[in-house]
């Protein structure tokens, strides 16, 4: 598993990878996104048993790192912290690789 932050995780398995997103939206709120690429059977056709075990999986992880996000929406709520400029890591995944690939000398069109 890769985890980029603040709330990205790319997932690689035999055949397939998972990438989630999740955005909090509010104290008791947030956005999950969830892509799924499975490599096709021998036949070339896609396993339902696989998409079964791999979406039961997805959402045991979700429903395991809900507590946590909550949480920390709570405490970033609270307005209790240290009021500090954001790291460059700190911000959104695009400008972080926005920012990765400035450093890399990529340029974008």
């Not at 995780?9 to 799924?36: H, K, M, Q, Y």
């Not at 949480?71 to 240290?82: S, V």
Request: net charge negative; proline share 6%; glycine share 8%.
């Amino acid at each position: 598993i890769l985890c980029f932050y603040p709330a990205s995780a790319i997932s690689f398995d035999s055949g397939e990878a998972v990438l989630s997103s999740v955005v909090p939206t509010g104290v008791n709120t947030s956005r999950v996104r969830l892509w799924r690429t499975v490599l096709p059977d021998v036949d070339g056709t896609d396993s339902q048993e696989q998409a079964e075990r791999s979406n039961a999986a997805i959402r045991t992880f979700m429903a395991e790192d809900r507590a946590v996000i909550e949480g920390m929406q709570k405490g970033l709520a609270a307005g209790t912290g240290n009021h500090a400029p954001q790291h460059p890591w700190e911000t959104t995944n695009w400008e972080f690789a926005q920012y990765l690939m400035r450093r890399l000398g990529i340029v974008l069109p």
